[in-house]
T-cell receptor, first 120, second 113 residues
Framework: AQKVTQAQTEISVVEKEDVTLDCVYE???????LFWYKQPPSGELVFLIR??????QNEISGRYSWNFQKSTSSFNFTITASQVVDSAVYFC?????????????????FGKGTKLSVKP | NAGVMQNPRHLVRRRGQEARLRCSPV?????VYWYRQLPEEGLKFMVY????????ESGMPKERFSAEFPKEGPSILRIQQVVRGDSAAYFC???????????FGPGTRLTVL
């Protein structure tokens, strides 16, 4: 069955530390998409990245980087030199090309989120 | 370009009342998704709609909940006879294609007294 696991419920770091948020997924599909979203204290959901299953290249965007490894079914997210403004709940999500449970292809399956607190 | 708009941002209802949540997708997006975020839980898919059609409502409770996305106007998530357990944040997302990235609105926080 499809599933996204974010084992870290909460992480607390001091500003300027690097931090990695883990995401492990399960799917039977060979084609799927992985996402990260950020939910700051204000509550909205902000899209960060989308990755398809055929693209295992790591991605870097400023202080953010993502490590996608199909061999371990992981899509981890690293924040370098963290800042207080990075404090938020971060969600990893999966979308399948051919839904294995018979539902539509479009909906996102979310992990429970990791709450990151960056202290000054 | 305006993003996904949701209103109201906060909604308070008493048990037994109806709640109507509205979502206007990104201009040009014809795919709308509704998700619910219960306290201390992640987001759960509820329903997926295209214009005038419900494509997948597998995540929607069987009773009291309904959704529509008319040809003109916003998508509506309707909850009849609300109960305390309906208190949650309801998020709407839209995409231009089924396989494209979903962009989320700010959410509606429903509180049932």
């Amino acid at each position: 069955a499809q599933k996204v696991t974010q084992a870290q419920t909460e992480i607390s770091v001091v500003e300027k530390e690097d931090v990695t948020l883990d995401c492990v997924y399960e799917t039977r599909d060979t084609t799927y998409y992985l996402f990260w979203y950020k939910q700051p204290p204000s509550g909205e959901l902000v899209f960060l990245i989308r990755r398809n299953s055929f693209d295992e290249q790591n991605e870097i965007s400023g202080r953010y980087s993502w490590n996608f490894q199909k061999s371990t079914s992981s899509f981890n997210f690293t924040i370098t030199a963290s800042q207080v403004v990075d404090s938020a709940v971060y969600f990893c999500a999966l979308s399948e090309e051919q839904s294995s449970y018979g539902g539509s292809q479009g909906n996102l399956i979310f992990g429970k989120g990791t709450k990151l607190s960056v202290k000054p | 370009n305006a993003g996904v708009m949701q209103n109201p941002r906060h909604l308070v209802r008493r048990r037994g009342q109806e709640a109507r949540l509205r979502c206007s997708p990104v201009k040009g997006h014809s795919h709308v998704y509704w998700y619910r975020q219960l306290p201390e839980e992640g987001l759960k898919f509820m329903v997926y709609l295209q214009k005038e059609n419900i494509i997948d409502e597998s995540g929607m409770p069987k009773e009291r909940f309904s959704a529509e996305f008319p040809k003109e106007g916003p998508s509506i998530l309707r909850i009849q006879q609300v109960v305390r357990g309906d208190s949650a944040a309801y998020f709407c997302a839209s995409s231009s294609h089924i396989k494209d990235t979903q962009y989320f609105g700010p959410g509606t926080r429903l509180t049932v007294l």
